[in-house]
């Protein structure tokens, strides 16, 4: 028997580890052992007793167990429970239409019972009739007892799990770069700019042009600022057509429809999102050497891929305005991500809050057992609030904190900002520990807390 997160069974990994799943697995079940499955088991009582309904907990994890076993034999991996139903007139109890759809509502029954962040049911309205149910696991939080064949070798499976998530990495500064490139670059050509300034960890991407009757030179850096060395370098002449139309190494381009691929292909399609990047690059970075810029990015991630920063550097090194115009520069102002990310971990058992340290991106790897620890985040952006400098903060505590963390939702672990310039002020009166965690303190997290009867 053998002990995994279901987040080693996806397809990626297993692709990437070549190991055959399909054709070995033998027996699979939840492990009894983990927070998760002994908390929703510890609640059946409770829920026999506040809701007078015989839902039995075992049995509905054993159907979802079962869901799973059957796709990784019928596939080769794990992605996801999904069904879409559609209720006709003539259906009846015995269909298989209400035969699934009882089984999930038993589930979410189960589930809406207690809040908890590993497992939930999304259901979306997709027709009159139609409308379906995903599960939402926390893969990483669910662990998974195996019974193969023949021996697996797991090391093959986490180093594969290392691939698929610097790949992801990679994906994003990407992505970031084909924004960047969208609204940015192409200003620098069409209106009256000619510089513009982004920032990834110690990396600088930067946009400068030259403009010359109907001819625009731009320019693309990528640099190490610390070691001020450019490792990736891109140009082209664009020559000004009619109306927003521009010609290319003799393919003519609609600026415009550059905004415009980017936005609908890459933002708004994610089944398809790492193509629509390399096709949006290969469409419009005329003449980049492909392998020298894939090698420069390969380079970005393997040095930020869990590089960890200290506070103090961040402001010294980092933060986009930390830059110096020349004379003529005439910069794009355009907001982009300009943060770095502290993490976090709460015990689920216990509620004792560590941190993990500050980071230059949402992809890291962290050593943890997320069975047992909840991660939580929030981003470290530049702001100047001026009117912090102008009193003196003696103290540090939660209610110090709520006029200046920005939450786009609190039980979003996600969309935590708080500003470089505010946690500067408690360096003299707290440690750098204490101060995150009081921050962290203050982010809603839940862990199989019984709902409120209305």
Known sequence: MKTLSMNLLSKEVIEKSNIDLKNNIKFLKFNRDTFFIKKILGMQHLFNRKEKENIDFEEQLKWIEDEILNQIKEKGYF????????????DHNSTVNYIYYYRIEKIIKMLNFFKNDILNIKTKDIGSREFSFEFIFDKKSIFLDLEFENDIDILKLEKANTMVLKNDFKYYILESLTEIFANVGMRCICENYNFSYNRFGKYEFIF???????????????NNKLKKENIFTWENIYIKKEYDNYVVNE??????????????LIRNYEDDKKENIDEFITKFFININFE???????????????????FEELEKYFFNDKIELKENDKRVEWESEDYFYCFGTKNRNNGEINILGIFSSYYNEFNIDFSENQIGIFKIYKNNFQELKEKEITEINIKTFEDFIVLDNITDKKDCYVPYDFLKQFYNIKKEEDIFKTIFKKLDFYFFEVKDED
Request: aromatic share 20%; hydrophobic share 30%.
């Open 79 to 90: 992605d996801k429970i999904y069904y879409e139903f559609e209720f006709r007139i003539n």
């Open 251 to 264: 393919k003519e381009i609609d600026i415009s429809s550059v905004y415009s691929f980017q936005k609908h």
């Open 292 to 310: 020298e810029f894939y090698r420069a990015i390969d380079s970005i991630v393997n040095d930020e891929f869990n590089k960890k920063y200290e």
């Open 208 to 222: 400068r042009s030259k403009k010359e009757n109907d001819r625009t030179k731009l320019i693309f850096f990528i």
